[in-house]
């Protein structure tokens, strides 16, 4: 098809968008949200996910539909499905919009999670911090990104306000793992099954948000194929079409699934200066059909969140040899908002 549909107006798909638009694709975007700034898309829908008209609008003007953004509600999914190809499926956003699905799917597939067990009340933390022991980590099974949505629990003085922390919303308790470091892979997979995936970066978090990816991650030989195994068998189980984010914790025991993200992912800006076909174009070309490119890596990248007043930055950056600068053009910055970010490219 010659017609992207993207539910999502975010950085991410604006992102795709460009991508889409190198490769000649046109693109259209369906934003709930107030109209995004900086969008690059030639249509923009702005309409709750539950209207359906505008839904079917939004399908009938594309060829196939992705997104970038995993919250989308299942009943849009229901009714655009009806209408147009929905790349990655359903069934890989269903997964892993809700926590407990997700390690559920994961567990069966014979990978490694965090300890968790189901949270609905104060009664069930206790229960399960019993089980599962403390340090621990409380989260909201949806609609959590950003480290929001999570509460830590060091003792069990801290039940009440963990638990007040979730607002009723149901919840899961992770054991809290104990990691020498943290590592991504993205990866993708096309139509015809094949999966290419890239080199996987080492992410380093600070109040529960993305600061930095650095490729090479310092890791061995060993766990670099077990991590890019590992992805590849959960995209195969997922029969899944289009670029995943899968986190992960290296531990002295093996490598640990923090969560998946079905779409492009903020810890594979790093692509954009390290790669022949970045993460956007390899996720264009998936779901549109196309060979992937292959993943190799070319130079050694570290990608930097521009976060809330980094963005000041900016003209010093502008200024440094080998960075390349990525904004978003989302006007005011705000504490916690990604403004954009940058690669700094070597070797
Ligand atoms: P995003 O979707 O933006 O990546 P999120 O809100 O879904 O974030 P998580 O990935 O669950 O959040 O957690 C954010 C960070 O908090 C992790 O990358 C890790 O640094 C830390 N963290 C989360 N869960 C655990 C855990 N069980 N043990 C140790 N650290 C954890
Ligand atoms: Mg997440
Ligand atoms: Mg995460």
Not at 42 to 48: G, Q, Y
Request: glycine residues 10%.
């Amino acid at each position: 098809g010659s017609v992207i549909g993207i539910l999502g107006g975010g950085q991410l798909g604006r992102m795709l968008s460009v991508a889409a638009s190198r490769l000649g694709y046109r693109c259209h975007i369906f934003e709930p949200g107030a109209a995004p700034a900086g969008h690059v898309a030639e249509v923009l829908f702005t309409a709750p996910y539950e209207d359906e008209a505008a839904l079917r609008r939004f399908a009938e003007g594309v060829d196939v539909i992705t997104y970038e953004f995993e919250n989308v509600p299942t009943s849009a999914l229901d009714l655009l499905e009806s209408l147009k190809p929905i790349r990655p499926n359903r069934r890989a956003l269903a997964v892993s919009q809700d926590r407990i699905s997700e390690k559920a799917f994961l567990n069966d597939l014979g990978l490694t999670t965090a300890p968790w067990a189901q949270v609905d009340s104060e009664a069930d933390l206790r229960v399960a911090a019993e089980k599962i022991g403390l340090p621990a980590i409380l989260k909201t099974t949806r609609l959590g990104y950003d480290g929001k949505g999570q509460a830590r629990l060091t003792s069990d003085a801290d039940i009440p306000g963990a638990w007040a922390a979730m607002a009723g919303a149901p919840a899961v308790l992770e054991g809290f793992v104990d990691f020498e470091r943290e590592i991504s892979v993205i990866a993708a997979r096309g139509l015809d099954g094949r999966v290419a995936a890239y080199d996987p970066g080492e992410n380093v978090h600070r109040e529960g948000i993305l600061r930095t990816t650095t490729v090479p991650a310092r890791i061995s030989a060993g766990q670099r194929s077990d991590a890019v195994l590992l992805a590849a068998k959960i995209l195969n189980a997922l029969d899944y079409v289009g670029v995943m984010g899968v986190e992960l914790f290296v531990t002295r025991a093996g490598l640990i699934v923090n969560e998946i993200a079905p779409r492009v992912h903020n810890s594979g800006h790093w692509t954009q200066q390290g790669c022949a076909v970045d993460q956007f174009e390899q996720h264009i070309r998936a779901v549109a059909g196309l060979p992937l490119g292959d993943g190799a890596r070319y130079a050694d990248v570290v990608m930097e969140n521009l976060i809330g007043a980094d963005v000041e930055k900016v003209p010093a950056l502008l200024e440094e040899r080998g960075v390349a600068v990525h904004l978003y053009g989302k006007g005011a910055h705000r504490p916690g908002r990604k403004m954009g970010h940058v690669n700094r490219v070597s070797g």
